[in-house]
């Protein structure tokens, strides 16, 4: 598959009155992590990567499709899942009898069956989360660290342009990497899900409780909240000052101005949060660092925090009953397969929290400074619509160019911000196929078959809404009720408005939103299915979560009262 090339975004910054399918297949917007336009910026050469990425993990698991394709129509994010051996333009199942011979004799089909088969065998995920751990996520983080140092605004325009070229590089390095990783957690994972399902007849939910305190990375910085803390114990004055009402900013121009242990603890902090996307997956998204106000408040919060609140891990203590309920005879490989699982489930989220989010975070910081020069030279009209720029016209216009205009970036600024998604439709191409049954397929490819697929529907699929004016309905992912106030956010600005104890209530969470999660008390979202990012974290901060309500942020309003039950799935407007 071609690139999204300059042109391909570039040429469609007008609402268009249709959504043409970008070819053959069945295109279906991703609303989990792309629910509204694409920077220009970040379209640009990103969904290869991740193409790349999808592709290289699906050959060496042996995947059951061949790749997930993403692709813009007036500039929206679809994508077409593309299994093997399917022909590009199908749009229904074959007969169940020439499903099977297809199976059987089609030798890309083969290929896969004998990789997934080995993989199970193997266990081929250990290698490859010892390179994440061993050679990736170690240069991952040290490139971070080497771009974080570098100082934008010190640079001359030369340089600028090679620092942006750098940040992109490792921004699109970072896309292709977490998505190479992707089989090697849904293989093991999916697998013990499916097998422990029949063997104890619980729900997927009550199953993923296993997994509580197993993705430490969805905790973001909590130990560097924690010596950050820490330190301002042991000095009264800075203490004060973080509790006072003087501006955030001079806050922490004061508290990292100094060389005591309060500066080291608080750049320690910020190193880790400070540069990260706060609100999704795109260089449009703002940094932590662009609202002191936030920043301030999570401190706050954790230095006042009076402990009544447990957030132990709890995956641990629900392993012994959840055991007597699977027969003698499968514990044993019940007791394999979790401790699999478990030493995977990390990955889904550890990758972008150890370097997407950083990386994206450290683009935007480049652009934004790009965004500055050119501004007071009037070639956009305000530094951070230079999102919707992308590398190539960025460094033109650095070097003298009049292309784009400002009124050109503006307008595609505009249309991403402002785009109204009622319109958008929920397939273009070929109406959906629902996947063949399991008994379709030879045995010896049903494990990872179903393995995939289970994992996949975990990620994106939410509830069926069955909401009324009064109670919002979703799915179930930690147990516990919690009644507080409705923090509706949209954007950074809207968290500029959250109090500790406060209910986030959000279309969707990325990684970047672990930032505020020790603040809150509880997580309802419109988007996600039972392993999307807000219901592992949610787990991991043992608060109640009702996630994929489709209509939370449209039923509630942002300062109402609400009671949230996260073993019922349910939450309710009281006030």
Not at 112 to 131: G, L, Q, T
Not at 272 to 283: A, C, I, K, M, N
Not at 353 to 370: C, H
């Amino acid at each position: 598959m071609d690139a999204v090339s300059a042109d391909s975004v570039t040429d469609s910054i007008e609402i268009a009155e249709e959504y043409p399918a970008p070819s053959p297949g069945t295109w279906t917007p991703e609303p989990i992590h792309f629910g509204r336009p694409h920077s220009v910026f970040a379209a640009v050469d990103f969904f290869k990567a991740t193409e790349i990425g999808m592709a290289r993990s699906l050959e060496r698991y042996g995947g059951p499709i061949e790749n997930v394709e993403f692709k813009l129509s007036n500039r929206i994010a679809f994508m077409c899942v593309r299994p093997v051996g399917a022909p590009p333009d199908a749009d229904k199942l074959p007969p169940k009898w020439l499903f099977k011979l297809i199976q059987t004799v089609h030798p890309k089909i083969g290929k896969w069956r004998r990789r997934a088969n080995r993989a199970y065998r193997d266990k081929s995920w250990r290698p490859h989360i010892a390179w994440w751990d061993n050679e990736e996520k170690p240069w991952s983080i040290a490139r971070a660290g080497e771009l974080r140092e570098v100082d934008p605004g010190t640079l001359n325009d030369e340089d600028l342009i090679t620092h942006l070229t750098e940040c992109k590089a490792f921004f699109l390095r970072t896309a292709e990497t977490h998505h190479v990783l992707n089989m090697s957690f849904m293989l093991p994972l999916g697998d013990f899900l499916n097998q422990a399902k029949g063997w104890t007849d619980l729900s997927t939910s009550e199953l993923l409780g296993l997994f509580e305190g197993y993705s430490g990375a969805s905790k973001g910085a909590v130990v560097q909240l924690e010596q950050l803390r820490a330190a301002l114990d042991n000095d009264a004055e800075m203490a004060a000052l973080v509790r006072s009402d003087i501006a955030p900013s001079k806050i922490l121009a004061t508290l990292g101005g100094g060389r005591g242990a309060v500066a080291t603890a608080l750049k320690a902090y910020l190193d880790y949060d400070g540069y990260r996307t706060v609100t999704g997956y795109d260089v449009a998204d703002m940094m932590f660092i662009e609202s002191p106000e936030v920043v301030i408040r999570v401190i706050r919060s954790v230095i006042e925090n009076t402990g009544d609140r447990d957030t132990t891990p709890g995956g641990d203590r629900w392993t012994d009953g959840i055991r007597e309920k699977v027969p003698p005879k499968h514990r044993l490989q019940f007791d394999e397969l979790l401790a699999e699982a478990r030493s995977v489930f990390r990955i889904r989220e550890e990758r972008g929290a150890m370097a997407d989010a950083l990386s994206t975070g450290l683009t935007r910081r480049a652009i934004l400074e790009a965004g500055r020069r050119l501004e007071k030279q009037g070639k956009v009209l305000a530094a951070d619509q230079l999102v919707d720029a992308t590398l190539d016209e960025i460094a033109a216009l650095i070097r003298g160019s009049d292309s784009p205009s400002a009124v050109e970036i503006k307008l595609r600024a505009d249309f991403r911000i402002n785009h109204d998604f009622s319109d958008v439709p929920k397939y273009l191409g070929s109406k959906p196929i629902e996947p063949p049954p399991a008994d379709w397929f030879p045995k010896s490819a049903r494990r990872a078959q179903q393995a995939f697929q289970k994992i996949f529907s975990l990620m994106l699929n939410g509830g069926k809404s069955v909401s009324d004016e009064t109670v919002i309905r979703g799915l179930p992912v930690y147990p516990g009720v919690y009644e507080g106030t409705a923090r509706v956010v949209a954007d950074m600005f809207d968290m500029e408005k959250i109090e500790d104890g406060d209910i986030l209530v959000s279309r969707m969470t990325a990684p970047s939103f672990n930032a505020i999660f020790p603040m809150l008390g509880a997580v309802v979202t419109d988007q996600g299915g039972l392993l999307c990012h807000a219901a592992i974290t949610a787990r991991e901060f043992a608060i109640p979560a009702v996630i994929g309500c489709e209509d939370a942020t449209t039923l509630i309003a942002d300062g109402m009262r609400l009671h949230v039950d996260g073993a019922l799935g349910e939450v309710r407007i009281i006030g």
